[in-house]
């Protein structure tokens, strides 16, 4: 973990090249495409092998999945959205199609953002062919090139650079010779690049509920958790939506058929983010927990109890493509249901899963913890009413935005999603918090509900820092939660025994039956 400018996305590696060659020009920064003109809009879902960059290191890699977009604008030229793979330019390449060739002629401005060394200026990237600078080499370097060109065959797209994917000793791939690289104004190679893309065409088509179709909050609950969403009866139809915030507006559609409930996969959500298209796939696990996507996903329904109820070994999942299965997230174990108006609102005691005491020479420390999000009975508390207190050494903690830099505001209620991609993480109901407290030796974990200006709140949980004892208002003790089983996935969702070198999917279950999973660089 290290400091690092909010906003300031790139860092590049050590550069080889010193300076830009004399021969070579960069066009006017002003030349950045950052919206398409009015013309024929397409979208794509794109494979790449790409070299994608990290805190202080670099990979070749390859991701599939990845939301695409070309405009055949009606000024007669076509516009490449986003042209990187593992970064979000916001922009467009600029190319001229002839035949079943798309042409761009490069460099070309491709993203900017604000010098933060020289307040008022900014720094420009460039989108250039480069050359390894070696045989192995894990540098490129600016050549005299100027031409990328991409070749249409029917509803697929694939970039020319020649590149062939073999696969290395080590498991890792292959280094390519060209890239599609971004470059600094100055030569330096950015870390990002594209080897080869392969853009295929889809018609994504978004659910449509008939006027006077009413959603009601359904609890929807699932191993390890549980969410409100909003689901619909309409005669035969069924209708869920707001699976994710990221997708509250979009529904996935499905059929009474007898007394089953019965779910298509494949249908479109929308765009997840800015690079990722969202498909619903309905899941079934095998005894390993490796999971594999069904045409029709079938639930049992009751219409007087008014649950649509799934299994153990099945589950719903978000796709990043149409076809097969590439995981964005899952649940398995999924039932939803109309919960009773008068449950109990104290939410469970919650849990430490691991720590690690404030360290000196980090200057942090950090504990991640479980917060239970069903009551006593198993019916789902709102998380959007929740939140958490810490005390540290019995003393309530309130987190300032001096030390706690993301915040907007100082903190001492944590809502219960509340998440900064820093210091606070909220991984469903796993969290953990990175602190700067130094001397702590106990620290200490409240959930709070407030409803109806009524607070709720759960026996506090207390952590010893220096023993590893964890101890509950009622004088519960117990030890840490320790890793009981261990799983590696790869990001399409495949499970594997030993991985090589790449980017997983990192998934313990521990002892106290709560699941994590991170994603994680094997080098």
């Given at each position: 973990?290290e400091?690092?400018?909010?906003?300031?996305?790139?860092?590049?590696?050590?550069?080889?090249?010193?300076?830009?060659?004399?021969?070579y020009?960069?066009?006017?920064?002003?030349?950045?495409?950052?919206?398409?003109?009015?013309?024929?809009k397409?979208?794509?879902?794109?494979?790449?092998?790409?070299?994608?960059?990290?805190?202080?290191?670099?990979?070749?890699?390859?991701?599939?999945?990845?939301?695409?977009?070309?405009?055949?604008?009606?000024?007669?030229?076509?516009?490449?959205?986003?042209?990187?793979?593992?970064?979000?330019?916001?922009s467009?390449?600029?190319?001229k199609?002839?035949?079943?060739?798309?042409?761009?002629?490069?460099?070309?401005?491709?993203?900017?953002?604000?010098?933060?060394?020289?307040?008022?200026?900014?720094?420009?990237?460039?989108?250039?062919?480069?050359?390894?600078?070696?045989?192995?080499?894990?540098?490129?370097?600016?050549?005299?090139?100027?031409?990328?060109?991409?070749?249409?065959?029917?509803?697929?797209i694939?970039?020319?650079?020649?590149?062939?994917?073999?696969?290395?000793?080590?498991?890792?791939?292959?280094?390519?010779?060209?890239?599609?690289?971004?470059v600094?104004?100055?030569?330096?190679w950015?870390?990002?690049?594209?080897a080869?893309?392969?853009?295929?065409?889809?018609?994504?088509e978004?659910n449509?509920?008939?006027?006077g179709?009413?959603?009601?909050p359904?609890?929807?609950?699932?191993?390890?958790?549980?969410?409100?969403?909003?689901?619909?009866v309409?005669?035969?139809?069924?209708y869920?939506?707001?699976?994710?915030?990221?997708?509250?507006?979009?529904?996935?559609k499905g059929?009474?058929?007898?007394?089953?409930?019965?779910?298509?996969?494949?249908?479109?959500l929308?765009?997840?983010?800015?690079?990722?298209?969202?498909?619903?796939?309905?899941?079934?696990?095998?005894?390993?927990?490796?999971?594999?996507?069904?045409?029709?996903l079938?639930?049992?329904?009751?219409?007087?109890?008014?649950?649509?109820?799934?299994?153990?070994d099945?589950?719903?999942?978000?796709?990043?493509?149409?076809?097969?299965?590439?995981?964005?997230?899952?649940?398995?174990?999924?039932?939803?249901?109309?919960?009773?108006?008068?449950?109990?609102?104290?939410?469970?005691?919650?849990?430490?899963?691991?720590w690690?005491?404030?360290?000196?020479?980090?200057?942090?420390g950090?504990?991640?913890f479980?917060?239970p999000?069903?009551?006593?009975d198993?019916?789902l508390?709102?998380?959007?009413?929740?939140?958490?207190?810490?005390?540290?050494?019995?003393?309530l903690?309130?987190?300032?935005?001096?030390?706690?830099?993301?915040?907007?505001?100082?903190?001492?209620?944590?809502?219960?999603?509340?998440g900064d991609?820093?210091?606070?993480?909220?991984?469903?109901?796993?969290?953990?918090?990175?602190?700067y407290?130094?001397?702590?030796?106990?620290?200490?974990?409240v959930?709070?509900?407030?409803v109806?200006?009524?607070?709720?709140?759960?026996?506090?949980?207390?952590?010893?820092?220096?023993t590893?004892?964890?101890?509950?208002?009622v004088?519960?003790?117990?030890?840490?939660?320790?890793?009981?089983?261990?799983?590696?996935?790869?990001?399409?969702?495949?499970?594997?025994?030993?991985?090589?070198?790449?980017?997983?999917l990192?998934?313990?279950?521990?002892?106290?039956?709560?699941?994590?999973?991170?994603?994680?660089?094997?080098?």
């Amino acid at each position: 973990r290290e400091a690092t400018k909010d906003g300031h996305r790139l860092e590049a590696k050590a550069p080889v090249m010193k300076e830009v060659p004399e021969w070579y020009e960069f066009p006017d920064p002003d030349d950045l495409i950052t919206e398409a003109p009015a013309g024929k809009k397409t979208q794509y879902v794109r494979d790449a092998y790409y070299w994608v960059v990290g805190f202080g290191w670099s990979m070749f890699d390859y991701k599939g999945g990845v939301a695409a977009e070309m405009v055949e604008g009606d000024d007669g030229f076509v516009y490449i959205k986003n042209p990187y793979t593992d970064f979000v330019s916001d922009s467009y390449l600029k190319g001229k199609r002839e035949g079943d060739k798309i042409t761009v002629e490069l460099p070309q401005a491709i993203y900017r953002e604000p010098d933060y060394d020289n307040p008022g200026e900014y720094n420009t990237y460039y989108a250039c062919i480069m050359q390894e600078e070696a045989p192995g080499s894990d540098y490129y370097n600016l050549i005299d090139t100027d031409i990328l060109t991409y070749t249409i065959d029917g509803d697929k797209i694939t970039m020319d650079l020649d590149y062939i994917p073999q696969q290395d000793p080590w498991g890792g791939w292959e280094y390519p010779y060209y890239i599609l690289g971004l470059v600094t104004d100055e030569g330096i190679w950015m870390s990002e690049g594209e080897a080869a893309q392969t853009w295929t065409s889809f018609a994504g088509e978004l659910n449509e509920v008939p006027d006077g179709v009413t959603f009601e909050p359904w609890a929807m609950t699932y191993e390890a958790g549980g969410q409100f969403v909003d689901v619909a009866v309409d005669g035969s139809d069924v209708y869920l939506r707001n699976l994710m915030p990221q997708l509250a507006a979009s529904v996935v559609k499905g059929s009474i058929e007898g007394g089953k409930v019965v779910i298509p996969s494949g249908q479109y959500l929308g765009l997840y983010n800015a690079d990722t298209y969202a498909f619903f796939k309905g899941v079934v696990f095998d005894a390993d927990g490796n999971a594999s996507s069904v045409a029709d996903l079938s639930f049992d329904y009751d219409a007087a109890a008014r649950t649509i109820k799934g299994s153990a070994d099945t589950g719903i999942a978000l796709s990043r493509i149409p076809d097969g299965l590439s995981v964005i997230k899952q649940w398995r174990d999924v039932k939803f249901a109309v919960q009773p108006a008068d449950i109990d609102q104290t939410p469970l005691t919650p849990s430490f899963i691991e720590w690690e005491a404030y360290n000196e020479e980090t200057g942090q420390g950090f504990f991640r913890f479980n917060l239970p999000i069903l009551d006593k009975d198993g019916y789902l508390l709102n998380a959007d009413n929740m939140y958490y207190n810490v005390y540290f050494d019995d003393a309530l903690e309130t987190f300032y935005t001096d030390e706690y830099t993301r915040l907007e505001e100082d903190m001492t209620d944590v809502p219960y999603n509340f998440g900064d991609g820093w210091n606070f993480y909220a991984l469903g109901t796993v969290h953990v918090l990175y602190y700067y407290s130094r001397g702590v030796k106990k620290a200490s974990i409240v959930l709070c509900n407030k409803v109806d200006g009524t607070v709720y709140s759960s026996p506090d949980a207390t952590l010893d820092l220096e023993t590893g004892e964890v101890t509950t208002a009622v004088g519960e003790v117990e030890g840490v939660a320790v890793v009981t089983a261990e799983e590696w996935y790869t990001l399409d969702g495949c499970r594997v025994a030993d991985p090589e070198s790449g980017i997983y999917l990192h998934r313990t279950v521990m002892s106290d039956g709560s699941v994590n999973v991170e994603k994680k660089v094997v080098r």
